[in-house]
């Protein structure tokens, strides 16, 4: 029996010869990512020293730090949060990056994420790097083990098939279909496995919208998200890679806990109700359209990359942006921020009446402009569960950037196709 | 220097203090605008108030919280379960749970059992005797037996040990406790 590509990539992390489901055993990452963020890294790094007399890691190559969240800190906690983090990465000599935009999009703009290698953060959204052939797992605080220990004993995963074909139509992105993928199977449709993304329609999907398929995993139930690297991946990996990578895909027999085909082609805009991402919250943006809005959002760790912004753009060009709107944009990290606005993508925007910020993960958690109670957002954040944004009694819609950007031009949630050439 | 949890015997006897439905989001427990708090007192203030306004009044050591599928889904920050420990609460039997709070609230040395059909065999104040290295839920009153899935030997090795970062001292730490 053949395997997938996540058990080639786990087998080789975990130097056994075909990693089998359900097997528990240490691995070896090839990167152990954080963000430095009150509670997390500032407690690792006291542990480590205090508990365990790591003084000084004994791989730093390994180590990958990212300070993109609180990145207007606005008091002097959150400050020391970030001097201690800088200090703790100079001092140990690992990768440290900080102002970059959000780590899991760096990640992968720097080279981290290549075709065959197993990456693990605490935050489950590094499964966005599945967009390369890489693995990339959420394991919460146990990613302290990791930094302990160099390895981390993980769970073997089961892998589910999504078999793609045709493609997405104008006016269509990769979350509409992560949505209505949880809206068909369920909100633990996946538990505890991988969704591995394959065919014609996954070939022709361009990286970025990979990287939000993937980022959303956890939706699903999930535990992590990939596609088989192809020529476009491969390409990519090959201009940012630092070293030399070994790309692995599954074998045609290999076993899967179930198998799922889509047709792209019968794909319409999907949006979440606030709440959560579950099944029951999630409708055809049709059934909503004229809920009025006051705030609008593009960007987070899942959207905001240069397809999105170049979709709100051509949505919004030429025109302003809905009286009593507001719109935020933040381009999902300072490479994507530059490309769009060498591409004059950023002028149109602000033009359309859209604020540009710099990228970060801030508005995305409510850090960054909080919404008032009683307004209603359409976001493309990863989570819409009340409170998440700001005031507890603010509604929090999720959907594409395209309908996020449909909705700002509009003034209320509008089918993108209604707006869009 | 990081006090360790209490070390877990291999069974327990606790009533049901809850049962929530499927995709349950524990941050409704304490209410959203409270995930970021720490203090105890706080927490205690508003643990489950959504629910129901006596609820801290009425659950005692030892007991357990019930759930249906998925549950801990969204994202499961750790403050919720933080505040029904402080509670008492020792554990949670449900049909099935969300990987991301399966993953954390085992590393913090809780039980998590699944048991498929439990939410519907128990009622709020049941008494269980639970064996969570055999995931086994005894109902004397009802003579009900539920068997659900043991977790693995690393899961089993985690919470006999008080969780991960227990299990992680005792076997790298440089600390005597």
Redesign the interface.
Do not use: C
């Given at each position: 029996m053949g395997q997938t590509i996540t058990q080639k990539i786990l087998s080789r992390a975990g130097s056994v010869d075909a990693a089998q489901v359900?097997e528990?055993y240490p691995v070896r990452p090839d990167y152990m990512v954080a963000y430095d963020f009150p509670g997390y890294t500032d407690r690792f790094f006291r542990?480590m020293k205090?508990?365990?007399?790591v003084t000084k890691v004994a791989e730093p190559d390994r180590y990958v730090l990212f300070i993109d969240h609180l990145l207007s800190n606005k008091n002097e906690h959150e400050a020391e949060v970030h001097k201690v983090t800088r200090d703790w990465a100079h001092k140990n000599g690992v990768h440290f990056h900080e102002g970059e935009g959000i780590g899991h999009q760096v990640a992968a703009e720097l080279g981290y994420a290549l075709p065959g290698s197993f990456l693990i953060h605490f935050d489950?959204h590094i499964s966005s790097l599945g967009a390369f052939g890489s693995l990339g797992m959420?394991?919460?605080?146990?990613l302290?083990?990791g930094w302990?220990?160099g390895g981390i004993?993980l769970?073997i995963p089961d892998t589910t098939r999504f078999h793609l074909t045709g493609s997405l139509a104008p006016g269509l992105e990769s979350r509409d279909l992560i949505h209505k993928i949880i809206s068909d199977i369920?909100?633990?449709g996946v538990?505890?496995q991988v969704m591995e993304y394959t065919g014609p329609g996954a070939q022709a999907m361009p990286l970025g919208q990979r990287q939000a398929l993937c980022g959303m995993a956890?939706f699903a139930?999930?535990?992590s998200a990939i596609f088989n690297p192809d020529e476009l991946s491969l390409e990519y990996s090959r201009k940012v890679a630092k070293k030399d990578f070994e790309p692995l895909y599954s074998d045609p027999d290999a076993e899967y806990a179930a198998r799922y085909d889509i047709n792209l082609n019968d794909l319409s805009p999907q949006i979440v109700l606030p709440g959560?991402a579950?099944a029951a919250n999630t409708h055809d943006v049709r059934e909503v359209s004229g809920q009025k809005i006051q705030r609008a959002f593009i960007g987070s760790c899942a959207s905001g990359r240069i397809e999105d912004i170049r979709a709100a753009a051509q949505i919004l060009e030429g025109e302003r942006v809905a009286s009593g709107v507001e719109l935020n944009v933040v381009p999902t990290s300072k490479r994507i921020y530059d490309q769009a606005e060498s591409e004059g993508l950023l002028d149109t925007l602000r033009t359309a009446g859209a604020h540009v910020v710099e990228s970060s993960c801030d508005f995305c958690f409510g850090y960054a402009k909080p919404l008032a109670p009683g307004e209603v957002c359409v976001s493309t954040g990863v989570?819409n569960?009340?409170?998440?944004m700001g005031s507890?009694d603010a509604d929090i819609f999720m959907g594409s950037a395209t309908t996020v950007a449909a909705s700002a031009l509009t003034g209320s949630l509008t089918d993108p196709r209604e707006v869009v050439n | 220097?990081?006090a360790l949890p209490q070390v877990l015997p291999d069974v327990l006897t606790g009533r049901v203090a809850w049962i929530f439905g499927d995709?349950h989001?524990i941050?409704l427990m304490i209410?959203?605008?409270n995930?970021k708090y720490t203090d105890p007192d706080h927490l205690h203030s508003v643990c489950m108030k959504a629910y129901e306004e006596d609820f801290t009044d009425k659950v005692r050591e030892g007991d357990w919280l019930v759930g249906g599928?998925?549950f801990g889904?969204?994202?499961p920050h750790?403050v919720a379960m933080t505040a029904m420990r402080n509670e008492g609460i020792v554990g949670v039997i449900a049909e099935?749970?969300?990987?991301?709070f399966?993953?954390?609230e085992v590393?913090n040395g809780m039980p998590l059992l699944t048991v498929p059909g439990v939410s519907s065999a128990v009622e709020r104040w049941d008494e269980l005797e639970v064996n969570w290295r055999e995931a086994t839920v005894k109902v004397a009153s009802k003579g009900l037996e539920l068997q659900g899935q043991p977790l693995?030997?690393?899961?089993q090795e985690m919470i006999a040990a008080g969780g991960?970062?227990a299990l992680?001292?005792a076997e790298?730490?440089?600390?005597v406790n």
């Open positions: 359900g528990n542990q205090e508990d365990f007399g489950g959420g394991v919460r605080r146990d302290l083990e302990v220990t004993n769970d369920g909100a633990d538990a505890f956890m139930g999930g535990v959560s579950r989570l569960i009340a409170g998440r507890a | 220097m990081t995709d989001d941050d209410g959203v605008e995930i599928r998925n889904y969204g994202h750790y099935s749970f969300a990987p991301g399966w993953r954390g590393s693995n030997e690393r899961g991960r970062y992680l001292l790298h730490g440089t600390k």
